[in-house]
């Protein structure tokens, strides 16, 4: 017999989910581990979701691959486009304090 992290009850070592609460007794099988939490998080998180795909016990390291590549690529795009976006206003700025109309 082992206790459940969330509830403290106690569970069968067999379990891979808490009779009690629900919890995955499972360390990367959880909701966040799967696909569907992956691209939540991923959306909120963007490149900070890695962790969660690399500890991921369900899903294949090929996709662990693709997820890196894609969330890495959207990181480095969301970067440039700070970027861009910081020069056009410092020109912009620059145009309205220098008399540029």
Same mark, same amino acid.
């Given at each position: &017999?082992? =206790?459940?992290?969330?509830?403290? @009850?106690? +569970?069968?070592?067999? %379990?891979?989910?808490?009779?009690?609460?629900?919890?995955?007794? @499972?360390?990367?099988?959880?909701?966040?581990?799967?696909?569907?939490? =992956?691209?939540? &998080?991923?959306?909120?998180?963007? #490149?900070?979701?890695? #962790?969660? +795909? /690399?500890?991921?016990? $369900? =899903?294949?390291?090929? $996709?662990? /691959? =693709? !997820?890196?590549?894609?969330?890495?690529?959207?990181?480095? !795009?969301?970067?440039?486009?700070?970027?861009?976006? !910081?020069?056009?206003? @410092? %020109? $912009?700025?620059? &145009? &309205?304090? *220098?008399? *540029?109309?």
């Amino acid at each position: &017999m082992s =206790i459940c992290p969330r509830c403290r @009850q106690t +569970v069968d070592e067999t %379990d891979f989910y808490c009779r009690h609460c629900g919890r995955s007794l @499972q360390p990367g099988r959880g909701f966040l581990f799967t696909h569907a939490g =992956i691209i939540i &998080m991923a959306l909120i998180l963007g #490149p900070f979701a890695l #962790p969660l +795909v /690399w500890m991921s016990k $369900a =899903i294949s390291p090929l $996709a662990k /691959w =693709i !997820y890196t590549i894609l969330l890495l690529a959207v990181g480095v !795009y969301f970067v440039v486009v700070c970027y861009h976006l !910081y020069l056009s206003i @410092q %020109d $912009a700025a620059s &145009m &309205m304090l *220098g008399g *540029g109309f």
